[in-house]
């Protein structure tokens, strides 16, 4: 019996130590799959090729959530901005395949984030740093800045051969830049509240805003004048876009909302997670739209029907920024954890 007993033990301290299993750990070899975790603490797995991915590409971009990324028109260089402070400058001319060339850190007052764009012909980025509009070359060289708001720059915009920025006390800003300096040229407080994102429409006449106040307005953009109103959502509106003849409102109440040419509403998608959306693109050919929030998915809807395409689960907080490439080849996300991943599309 004795011996029973031991070779019964041996057995048993040859077998492989459990583990805790987590989200990371699971892997299905060329397979998407979805996660679920039950009552009590198993891991679970089944598939769903419409809802799981791993993406091309990688980095660890930033130490703190990636605030802004732009792409420069002809698509070989993108730009990202962290809470970090930090702005980076990355060869994307060979994705999925992502290199970095530069770095600069901003030393002005507490950041959330600098805004960032290319120029139109891509020789500049610009940057709100805070309180200043500032100008770097395309190496990433600073050379310029203009202190134009006291309580911090949220978005940059950039068409028709100016600079427009929103800030935190609803001010809408025109600015120019000759190559050598900085200009303020006009500024309006449009709304009440902070203004989160401010992108030129789609025909270049008008500059569309999304505010904490739950409202878009629709403003000339020559003289910032009010157009239009936009009202759709019982939540403030954190992000907006525009191409071909469509706009998109993105919401914390979980809602997209899509119009037309005119600014007529024509449709809204309801997102089931119930989270904040806090960014959305549309892709090149505006068939579809892309959103990304607190319910660390990107979603791919489509205009024409509202269905929901595809889902993309990978990253493990909030997504806070969205672009697509030039070429409409590549879809780059960025995250609360400072992640950035190059996907497919």
């Not at 739950?214 to 876009?241: M, Q």
């Not at 990107?298 to 024409?304: F, M, P, S, V, Y």
Request: aromatic letters at 12%; one cysteine or more.
């Amino acid at each position: 019996m004795w011996y029973f007993i031991s070779f019964i033990l041996f057995l048993f301290s040859c077998a492989p130590p459990k583990e805790s299993v987590t989200k990371e750990d699971v892997f299905v070899p060329k397979q998407q799959i979805v996660l679920s975790t039950t009552s009590d603490g198993l891991v679970t797995v089944k598939s769903d090729v419409s809802r799981r991915k791993t993406p091309l590409n990688w980095i660890q971009a930033h130490s703190s959530y990636v605030y802004y990324i732009d792409i420069s028109p002809d698509g070989k260089l993108m730009v990202s901005s962290g809470a970090d402070r930090f702005i980076k400058l990355w060869d994307i001319s060979n994705l999925p395949q992502i290199k970095e060339i530069k770095s600069i850190r901003r030393l002005y007052q507490a950041l959330w984030g600098p805004p960032v764009r290319f120029s139109e012909d891509g020789k500049y980025i610009f940057s709100g740093s805070f309180d200043f509009v500032e100008v770097f070359d395309r190496e990433l060289n600073f050379v310029t800045n203009l202190r134009i708001s006291d309580k911090g720059i949220q978005s940059i915009e950039v068409g028709k051969g100016k600079i427009f920025a929103s800030d935190v006390n609803g001010v809408i800003y025109k600015i120019s830049f000759d190559g050598k300096a900085l200009n303020l040229e006009d500024k309006q407080r449009i709304h009440s509240e902070e203004v989160w994102k401010v992108k030129i429409s789609f025909d270049g006449n008008y500059l569309i805003t999304a505010s904490l106040d739950k409202t878009s307005k629709v403003l000339d953009i020559d003289t910032l004048k009010h157009v239009n109103t936009l009202r759709a959502h019982s939540g403030p509106l954190e992000f907006v876009d525009s191409i071909a003849g469509k706009t998109a409102l993105f919401s914390a109440d979980s809602h997209i909302s899509i119009w037309d040419s005119s600014y007529n509403l024509k449709s809204k998608i309801f997102d089931e997670d119930r989270k904040d959306i806090i960014v959305g693109i549309f892709d090149r050919t505006a068939k579809y739209v892309i959103s990304g929030g607190k319910s660390f998915r990107i979603k791919i809807w489509n205009t024409e029907n509202l269905k929901l395409e595809n889902t993309i689960e990978w990253h493990s907080n909030d997504i806070m920024s969205l672009r697509i490439t030039p070429n409409n080849n590549f879809l780059i996300s960025g995250d609360r954890d400072g992640k950035i991943a190059i996907w497919e599309f």
